[in-house]
């Protein structure tokens, strides 16, 4: 199926990669096909994101230490993985939003390394309140776009009773209304960055001219990362 897609450089091919996206598919062949054609296509299309797509690179550490995202421990009642965004934490002098959706997608690949999580997925709950207007005004739709594409995202305001028929109340801490103590918003950062993390596990795999062949005329401009979605 590769050959039927030339311009997209396809830098993983082992068993055990695949293996994540049969997974997450069922074993569809054809579905596992176009999920693992988004995934290089979006990395593909935004070759910045990737480059020193590690924990320690000085702009995903320090989205990390300041919450983005968040991971709790417990699973929500699916098995899902649940991630949370408090977006009015947001200091734009600190962090840009690009440097928070790689913390994100840095995140995610560090975790779909669990074979469970590669069936049950992932979820992401943002919780918009307090977010202010000058916050917002750095959220174009480009940068919306690229972040939104393919992440299961439950945009929380104030409506708790809508986010608990989503995921249960015993599943989240008490921020989000749920029975779970309030979350140390540094447990993450400090799991990415403490002493058993290794600096080697950087994302190595990149493009260049002879990795990809251009194709005029190729319509597909859509396809986006839906690996962490299910």
């Known amino acids: 199926m ?53 924990a320690d690179d000085p702009g995903i550490k320090r989205a990390l230490m300041d919450g983005f995202p968040g991971v709790l421990e417990n699973l929500d009642q699916y098995g899902r993985k649940i991630l949370i965004l408090f977006a009015s934490n947001w200091d734009q002098s600190r962090n840009s939003f690009v440097d928070i959706l790689r913390a994100i997608l840095l995140s995610l690949e560090v975790l779909i390394e669990d074979p469970e999580l590669q069936i049950n997925g992932f979820i992401l709950i943002i919780d918009w309140s307090n977010f202010s207007f000058k916050q917002a005004s750095r959220l174009t739709p480009t940068i919306l776009k690229l972040a939104i594409e393919g992440l299961q995202i439950f945009l929380h305001g104030n409506n708790l009773n809508s ?50 062949k251009q194709v005029l005329g190729n319509t597909e401009r859509d396809c986006s990362p839906k690996h962490m979605t299910r």
């Open 2 to 54: 590769v050959i039927t897609r030339p311009d997209i450089g396809f830098l993983r091919t082992d068993d055990a990669f695949i293996l994540r996206f049969l997974r997450a598919r069922k074993c569809n062949q054809m579905e596992t096909f176009k999920l693992l054609a988004q995934y290089f296509h979006y990395r593909q299309q935004n070759l910045d994101m990737f480059k020193s797509f590690k």
């Open 163 to 212: 986010l608990h028929q989503l995921i249960f109340p015993e599943c989240l801490p008490s921020e989000f209304g749920g029975t779970l103590p309030p979350y140390d918003m540094g447990t993450w950062a400090r799991t990415l960055l403490g002493p058993d993390y290794n600096d080697e596990t950087e994302y190595t795999h990149t493009y260049n001219a002879l990795h990809v």
